[in-house]
Every structure is written in structure tokens, then in C-alpha cells.
């Protein structure tokens, strides 16, 4: 079982005995989704003394209008640290994110997101890295800004923690989308989720946590050790086995992500 979204850093995790509760539940594999250098820093650091660790690099982009320095001159274009193009090439680094666009909040500097958005997928393509994508209340401009830069999603994608039903769902699955379900998919009220899911092909579904966040124990700190939990949900959703979904994950995030082999 593989967990695809979980975060680690400055989360207030008991080490080692987190690590090992996780591998303890049969989830042998972890991708750590960073925010900032920083968090991917940390991550770095913990997977390269834990096997079957991984991380990603990126910038979410609520950070976009901080992040962002004043350009010296019209024309400018803002450029990523030398710390990122670092991560990017570690041997234990398998995705550029989270990326994306966030809308909930009204004070968003949308023009921000989008050009933080367009340089991220820009450094994915250079570093031949799949994207891990973070999209909220922006489904139309998420699709606009995937279709302008098709040649640089070429490594693949993947709408993290999709919450865009399954409505939306084929407007994704045309430009390669894969898609990951958390705990929302547990929660009685979850329809939206849980439609998405059983529309979602069995070739392009994974399995994530978002941890901390989204427990399928409402009001608990989520783990990756509720990954076994979140994947008999989806096998039943699927009308699948357990077992056969948890194979299907396995090898949608190997394809997905190389890196991981």
C-alpha cells in the first residue's frame, strides 16, 4: 500500500514510533508533499534515513504573493531558488509539489498563483518530474492553465485530495489527470467524493491520506497508518477487492511516479 500525500514536516509527529506504527498497518511506501523548500528540506532529510520515504518539491500557493519578489523591471520572470532545482534532482525526490491554484480565501492574489503556478510546471518539465497538483475553488482556471501548458504535463499529474466531483472529472482525465481520494471518502456526507471516485478508471486512482489533515476519525490528526482504512472504502466504492484495488494503486503510482522503483 503506498500513501501518495502526506505531510510530515513541523507536523508534531512521535518519531520513530509514527514510522513505524505506519509500516506496521502494510503501508510500505509514503510520498511527503511539500509546501515550501523548507518543509521539502525536512522531508529530504527524513526519507533519506527511512526506506520506502519519499518527497516532493514545490511551493503551495497560498505562498505565491510572499514567495513572489517584486520584479527589478517590466519583463522580468520571477525564477525559483537554487534550493529547489537542488531537491529536485535528489535521487529520493519523485514529483514537483504541491502546485496549484487556491481560491477559497477572498484577499487572493490570483495573478500570483498562476504565474508561481506556470514556473513550477516549468522547473516539472526541465526535471522530467510528474506534478502533484493542489486545486480549491479554482477548477476553471486549474483546466485553463493545464490546457495552455500541455507540453509541460507530459511526465503526468495528479489532482491531489480531488474534490471537484465527477462532473469535472473527464475534463482532467483528458489531459492525463490521475486522481487520489482521502478520509473525505469515509465520511457519511461525502457524496460528491465518493461519486468521483466510482467514475474515476481504475488505471488512474491512488491512495492518500493529506496528513495531518482529513482523518477518516473525524476531529483526529490523520496518519498515513489510516491508508488500509481509505483503501477498503475505495475498493468498496469500485466494487472491487481489497487486494485487487490495493495492486491497482500500487502500480498506478509506480507508473506515475518512476522515481519510486
Not at 525564477?79 to 529536485?88: I, Q, S
Not at 496549484?100 to 477572498?106: S, T
Not at 496518519?223 to 469500485?238: F, H, Q
Request: hydrophobic letters at 40%; proline letters at 6%.
Amino acid at each position: 500500500m503506498i500513501d501518495v500525500h502526506a505531510h510530515f514536516a513541523d507536523e508534531g509527529y512521535d518519531f520513530p514510533a509514527e514510522w513505524d506504527k505506519i509500516k506496521g498497518m502494510g503501508v510500505e511506501k509514503v510520498i511527503f508533499a511539500a509546501d515550501t523548500c523548507e518543509h521539502a528540506a525536512w522531508h529530504r532529510d527524513f526519507c533519506e534515513g527511512h526506506d520506502g520515504a519519499f518527497f516532493t518539491v514545490g511551493i503551495h500557493p497560498e505562498f505565491a504573493a510572499s514567495f513572489l519578489p517584486a520584479p527589478k523591471k517590466e519583463g522580468d520572470v520571477p525564477r525559483l531558488p537554487e534550493a529547489f532545482k537542488a531537491l529536485a534532482m535528489h535521487k529520493k525526490c519523485v514529483a514537483v509539489g504541491e502546485i496549484g491554484l487556491d481560491y477559497h480565501y477572498p484577499d487572493t492574489d490570483k495573478g500570483a498563483q498562476r504565474i508561481l503556478f506556470e514556473i513550477q510546471l516549468l522547473a516539472a518539465a526541465e526535471f522530467s518530474l510528474p506534478i502533484q497538483i493542489h486545486s480549491r475553488d479554482a477548477c476553471a482556471d486549474t483546466l485553463a492553465v493545464l490546457r495552455e501548458h500541455r507540453d509541460l504535463i507530459q511526465n503526468g499529474f495528479l489532482m491531489h485530495c480531488y474534490s471537484y466531483g465527477a462532473e469535472n472529472l473527464p475534463d482532467f482525465l483528458e489531459l492525463g489527470a490521475y486522481f487520489s481520494f482521502g478520509g473525505v471518502v469515509c465520511f457519511k456526507n461525502a457524496r460528491r467524493a465518493v461519486e468521483a471516485a466510482a467514475l474515476c478508471p481504475a488505471d488512474r486512482i491512488l491512495s492518500e491520506t493529506d496528513s495531518p489533515y482529513l482523518s477518516p476519525f473525524r476531529g483526529e490528526k490523520n496518519s498515513p497508518a489510516n491508508i488500509p482504512m481509505i483503501v477498503r472504502k475505495l475498493a468498496e466504492i469500485k466494487g472491487m477487492s481489497f487486494q485487487e484495488l490495493t495492486e491497482r494503486i500500487d502500480e498506478n503510482a509506480a507508473r506515475l511516479f518512476p522515481k519510486l522503483s
